[in-house]
């Protein structure tokens, strides 16, 4: 297995406490070639292995991939879990300079096509960008490239884009297990080989429920949160009275 993490089985978790935490469970198996599939997805949980795999939430989100997977050819998308190592396998990844890794297909995150992390809040979600750092992908949304992952970032955290609006490509608003199919229909031509990563985003942006940042030009800062609007004007005079359709609010 060439993907940087051939020695996690015999030099990293041997040594670690509870190593079957880190084996996926029944319901999450390597079973699409990955290499040869079109959209490779990787949901983020920043809790632990152990409470990642028994999340409700993560359960239901799961269990409607699958069903959407069931529905697919197999090489159109395929998905994955990571978690939070424990305090002594991260020392271990670091120590011999192995990357985070999925939970089923034991591949670095940074080789998935999108990733979403699903936090409860703002300081969870800090724990996935520390790991998203030792996987190599960029924390910041500007300073990724078209080799790079697409960060989307659901849950409750995304109901606070403001403090996290520079590290996150997309918020799913709303739920995120409601919302999936259509994000991967909006991403379904999605291939980053091509650099098509603004129409990727863009294509997302018109998903009901998915909050853009790049493509939003104006926030507005209201007593309930932080909203972004769409410039909607194609050319602005100097001095020339807008519109008063040239922002949109989105709802």
């Known amino acids: 297995m060439k993907n940087g993490l051939e020695g996690l089985e015999e030099s990293a978790l041997p040594l670690v406490a509870k190593p079957g935490r880190y084996v996926a469970p029944p319901g999450l198996r390597a079973c699409a070639n990955f290499d040869r599939t079109r959209l490779r997805l990787c949901v983020i949980s920043p809790d632990s292995f152990e409470t990642a795999t028994a999340s409700p939430l993560l359960l239901s989100l799961f269990a409607e991939l699958k069903h959407l997977s069931g529905t697919a050819s197999t090489d159109t998308f395929l998905y994955d879990l990571a978690a939070t190592p424990e305090a002594d396998l991260l020392a271990l990844l670091i120590e011999q300079e192995l990357p985070p890794f999925s939970l089923a297909y034991r591949r670095p995150l940074s080789k998935f096509d999108v990733l979403i992390v699903?936090?409860?809040?703002?300081?969870?979600?800090?724990?996935?960008?520390?790991?998203?750092?030792?996987?190599?992908?960029?924390?910041?949304?500007?300073?990724?490239?078209?080799?790079?992952?697409?960060?989307?970032?659901?849950?409750?955290a995304a109901w606070y884009p403001e403090p996290s609006a520079e590290y996150v490509d997309g918020f799913l608003l709303g739920d995120t297990e409601a919302m999936i199919?259509?994000?991967?229909?909006?991403?379904?031509?999605?291939?980053?080989?091509?650099?098509?990563?603004?129409?990727?985003?863009?294509?997302?942006?018109?998903?009901?429920?998915?909050?853009?940042?790049?493509?939003?030009?104006?926030?507005?800062?209201?007593?309930?949160?932080?909203?972004?609007?769409?410039?909607?004007?194609?050319?602005?005079?100097?001095?020339?009275?807008?519109?008063?359709?040239?922002?949109?609010?989105?709802?």
């Open 118 to 156: 699903v936090a409860s809040g703002l300081l969870p979600f800090s724990r996935s960008l520390r790991l998203l750092s030792l996987a190599g992908v960029p924390m910041r949304a500007k300073a990724r490239g078209p080799n790079d992952p697409l960060v989307l970032l659901g849950g409750d």
């Open 181 to 251: 199919e259509d994000v991967l229909v909006a991403l379904s031509r999605y291939d980053r080989s091509h650099a098509e990563r603004r129409e990727a985003l863009f294509r997302l942006s018109e998903v009901e429920g998915v909050l853009v940042p790049f493509a939003f030009s104006q926030k507005f800062e209201m007593p309930m949160g932080a909203f972004f609007a769409e410039f909607s004007v194609k050319e602005v005079k100097i001095n020339q009275e807008l519109p008063a359709d040239a922002f949109v609010i989105p709802r």
